[in-house]
């Protein structure tokens, strides 16, 4: 699953598939706190989301119980593996697990008030194509918030090298229409961009 190259914003390796567990650890889970972070983001019932990216489920399962029973939860990865694990742990009905690709997502225009990529957008091989889909997906003033690594060598996490500093992220949000609206960190390891489409 894994792809080589370079671009301007990622380079293009993704997680593996079979380390899926890692995702979903009891560790990571006291490291983000995830259930923290959407109530921050003001993630409110009937909602509807899209988690980009969303593996094994590490914030579909959160941001399913928060939008509750009449919101949506549209959780999109370019793994099938990675769907079929987040199927197979029991997802409440109103999660639409969906195949995607970088340069197409799924999910109807303008659909969606929230859409959250979390630790995705060092992976992503062409951010410009990638991002502009975020944009068409999102209701006008809609919130994108962009979690990811800071840059730093750590035994957690990706390499240094494949790290984007919170000023690189916010740049190729710029330059994809976005405006960064809140910036902060989840942890020492981890911070978040909340943006806006302009």
């Not at 062409?126 to 990811?148: K, S, T, W, Y």
């Amino acid at each position: 699953m894994s792809t080589h190259g370079h671009q301007a914003g990622g380079h293009g390796h993704k997680f593996p598939a079979e380390k899926w567990e890692r995702l979903v650890s009891p560790e990571r889970h006291a490291l983000l706190a995830p259930d923290s972070l959407l109530e921050h983001f003001d993630v409110r019932p009937g909602m509807t989301v899209a988690d980009l990216g969303a593996g094994p489920g590490f914030f579909t399962f959160p941001l399913a119980s928060r939008v509750g029973p009449t919101g949506l939860v549209y959780a999109t990865d370019i793994s099938s593996t990675m769907l079929e694990v987040l199927k197979s742990r029991g997802i409440p009905p109103q999660v639409r697990p969906l195949l995607a690709e970088e340069s197409r997502i799924p999910i109807p225009d303008g659909s969606v008030g929230l859409a959250l990529l979390a630790f995705v957008l060092h992976e992503v091989m062409h951010p410009e194509v990638f991002l502009r889909e975020v944009a068409r997906i999102l209701r006008p003033g809609g919130q994108f918030i962009v979690l990811e690594w800071v840059p730093r060598e750590e035994e957690m996490g990706p390499p240094l090298h494949e790290r984007l500093s919170s000023a690189r992220s916010a740049e190729l949000l710029a330059a994809s229409g976005f405006a960064v609206v809140e910036a902060g960190e989840a942890n020492a390891s981890q911070y978040y961009l909340m943006a806006k489409a302009d």
